[in-house]
Nanobody
């Protein structure tokens, strides 16, 4: 069972990147796939999620209209298209398989994750 994130890199403010999360060893559409990020010195935060059952999508407020999450079940891959990137988007981005979007441990904000992928670094700077 594996999730592999890729597509990170350096980009100037206003630029775009597309992250990919490739899965192996499990049926991708059995899970919601989320993207999380953690900036240097910051806390991990949820960025976006696409559900497994009906492909509903969810975004944190500060990426709405700039980021687009999508999935290709045939390729067992979830994508995160990131446009109009800003310096504040600099972080390591992780993909994760969850039972449902937003799943968290009772009484906490700690996400319930079935599988974590290794991160990919996104650096936005001029």
């Amino acid at each position: 069972v594996q999730l592999q994130a890729s597509g990170g890199g350096w980009v100037q403010p206003g630029g775009s990147l597309r992250l990919s999360c490739a899965s192996s060893g499990f049926a991708l559409d059995d899970y919601a796939i989320s993207w999380f990020r953690q900036a240097p010195g910051g806390e991990r935060e949820a960025v976006s999620c696409i559900s497994g059952s009906d492909s509903n999508t969810y975004y944190r407020d500060d990426v709405k209209g700039r980021f687009t999450i999508s999935r290709d079940n045939a390729k067992k891959t979830v994508y995160l298209q990131m446009d109009s990137l800003s310096i504040g988007d600099t972080a390591i981005y992780y993909c994760a398989a969850q039972p449902v979007c937003g799943a968290a441990k009772a009484g906490t904000h700690e996400p319930v994750v079935n599988y974590w992928g290794k991160g990919t670094l996104v650096t936005v700077s001029s």
